[in-house]
């Protein structure tokens, strides 16, 4: 069952915030929002993860509405370098080995 | 630092023949590691969860006897495809969590198998 749903494909003008949003309505009380990024014919890169507050690291920010039932992750000058595919995966914990499973993504293409 | 390195990046193998994937947390100890396939355009599909010392366990429609998984250590995992089909040409993936760190997973830079 999928537990979050994204746009298939975002554009982004180049030095400009690119807003990707992630829908995830059926999210559980213990479980996080993370996102990871796959640049083509790479391993999946982590960008950032939340529970309820909003997160900010030297990648990304992450917003997550008052209900939880949706973020945005948030890359605040994206560059040619960001572009690729951008999962959205909601994990109950942090402490566990639970498997961590992705759903089609967005593919986000920054132009020039 | 929770560094994974796969090994070999790339392989290219006669269809009928095995061939093994290697998946090595560097500066980390996983007692779980992750493999997982991408086909062409696709998102990630887990294939089996790789427990230290002992089975692995197989998501469904995942043949155990095709695809073998080893984890004899705490920083070591391998993917063993058997009998090699072109159809089982893709991009292979490891994962491992490192303990020390709250944050989720960290993911090898894969395998691209093509059975020819």
């Known amino acids: 069952d999928a537990k979050t749903t994204q746009p298939p494909s975002m554009d982004c003008a180049e030095g400009r915030a690119a807003n990707l949003p992630c829908n995830h309505s059926t999210i559980s009380g213990n479980e996080y929002v993370y996102w990871y990024r796959q640049i083509h014919s790479q391993g999946p890169q982590y960008i950032i993860h939340g529970l309820k507050n909003n997160e900010t690291n030297e990648m990304a920010s992450l917003i997550i509405t008052e209900d939880r039932k949706s973020s945005t992750l948030i890359l605040p000058h994206a560059t040619l370098r960001d572009t690729a595919v951008y999962y959205c995966i909601v994990r109950a914990s942090t402490y566990n080995n639970n498997d961590m499973r992705f759903g089609a993504g967005t593919r986000l293409t920054v132009k020039p | 630092g929770a560094v994974v390195s796969q090994h070999p990046s790339r392989v290219i193998c006669k269809s009928g023949t095995s061939v093994k994937i290697e998946c090595r947390s560097l500066?980390?100890?996983?007692?779980?590691m992750f493999w997982y396939r991408q086909f062409p355009k696709k998102s990630l599909m887990l294939m089996a969860t790789s427990n230290e010392g002992s089975k692995a366990t197989y998501e469904q429609g995942v043949e155990k006897d095709k695809f073998l998984i080893n984890h004899a250590s705490l920083t070591l995992s391998t993917l063993t495809v058997t009998s090699a089909h072109p159809e089982d040409s893709s991009f292979y993936i490891c994962?491992?969590?490192?303990?020390?760190?709250?944050?989720?997973?960290?993911f090898g830079s894969g395998t691209r198998l093509t059975v020819v």
């Open positions: 994962s491992a969590r490192d303990s020390g760190r709250g944050y989720g997973y960290t």
């Open positions: 500066d980390f100890q996983a007692t779980t």
